[in-house]
C-alpha cells in the first residue's frame, strides 16, 4: 500500500447521503468522472486539477477510503456536458438532461449556496465547469 497521507483529499458532494453514494461508486468502479464549477476553485483559492495527479478519496466521516489519479482534466459549458460524460459520474443517469437536473439540484442547495459565499448563486448554460476524469489506482483499508 502507498502512503496516502501526503495526498490532497478529494471530497465528492458534502458529507452525507451523496457522498456515501459516490465513494461507493467509485470503489465499484463505476463512478469514473466528475463535475465542479469553476468558480468553487476561486472560491476556495485551489488551482484545478492536473493529470497525474493523485487524490485521496475520503467518506463522510472524513476517512481515507480510496486513492484516485486524474486522467482528463477539461472545461466545458454547462450546455455542452455531453452523455459520456455524465454516464460515466456513476449516478445512474441514462441522459444529459437526467444528469443536469440532478446537478442544478445539488448545485441550487443551500449547502452548495453557502459553500460559495453567495445565497442566490445559480447555473445556466453559460457557467463554466471543470469536468475531471480518474482511475481507481487503491482501495485503502
Do not use: C
Amino acid at each position: 500500500m502507498a502512503d496516502s497521507s501526503s495526498l490532497p483529499v478529494a471530497e465528492f458532494a458534502f458529507p452525507g447521503p451523496l457522498r456515501d453514494q459516490l465513494v461507493a461508486a467509485i470503489l465499484a468502479g463505476t463512478k469514473t468522472s466528475t463535475t465542479s464549477t469553476l468558480v468553487e476553485y476561486a472560491v476556495e483559492n485551489e488551482p484545478l486539477p492536473e493529470v497525474g495527479a493523485r487524490q485521496v478519496v475520503v467518506d463522510s466521516a472524513g476517512e481515507p477510503v480510496a486513492v484516485i489519479e486524474i486522467t482528463e482534466v477539461r472545461q466545458a459549458r454547462l450546455a455542452d456536458v455531453d452523455l459520456h460524460h455524465a454516464v460515466d459520474e456513476g449516478e445512474g443517469y441514462t441522459t444529459v438532461a437526467q444528469w443536469r437536473r440532478g446537478h442544478e439540484e445539488f448545485w441550487h442547495s443551500a449547502e452548495m449556496r453557502q459553500a460559495v459565499g453567495d445565497p442566490a448563486f445559480t447555473v445556466g448554460d453559460d457557467t463554466m465547469l471543470v469536468l475531471e476524469r480518474f482511475r481507481l489506482v487503491e482501495v485503502l483499508a
